[in-house]
Nanobody
Framework: QVQLVESGGGSVQAGGSLRLSCAAS??????MGWFRQAPGKEREGVIG????????SIADSVKGRFSISRDKEKNTLYLQMNSLKPDDTAMYYC???????????????????WGQGTQVTVSS
């Protein structure tokens, strides 16, 4: 089991920045990701990250604006979001996987553990 707790969400004006945190505890995951879900829309993958190799996959919609970093000592994964747009408004979820079939970094079924989410609201 992996427990995930997100934090860092909030409200910001367009063009601003936020940094989300995902603190992991329990078993060590081999992959983690960030997803988001806007009202009335399906949950979509934003960033996928393999802890061992450091390989990172970034969705085209956020490429060049969002980045990921990790604090190994704190078992925390960060999502740095810059140049935020109103379209980035969503509930953001952290996800983790330990074993199992890999369906791709942006497929929900690749991940087995989810945080409770943190809201990001970007105003124009």
């Amino acid at each position: 089991q992996v427990q995930l707790v997100e934090s860092g969400g909030g409200s910001v004006q367009a063009g601003g920045s936020l940094r989300l945190s995902c603190a992991a505890s329990g078993n060590k995951p081999d992959g983690m990701g960030w997803f988001r879900q806007a009202p009335g829309k399906e949950r979509e993958g934003v960033i996928g990250y393999f802890l061992g190799s450091g390989v990172t996959s970034i969705a085209d919609s956020v490429k060049g604006r969002f980045s990921i970093s990790r604090d190994k000592e704190k078992n925390t994964l960060y999502l740095q979001m810059n140049s935020l747009k109103p379209d980035d408004t969503a509930m953001y979820y952290c996800a983790a996987r330990t074993t199992g079939q890999w369906y791709g970094p942006f497929e929900m079924k690749s991940y087995h553990f989810w945080g409770q989410g943190t809201q990001v609201t970007v105003s124009s």
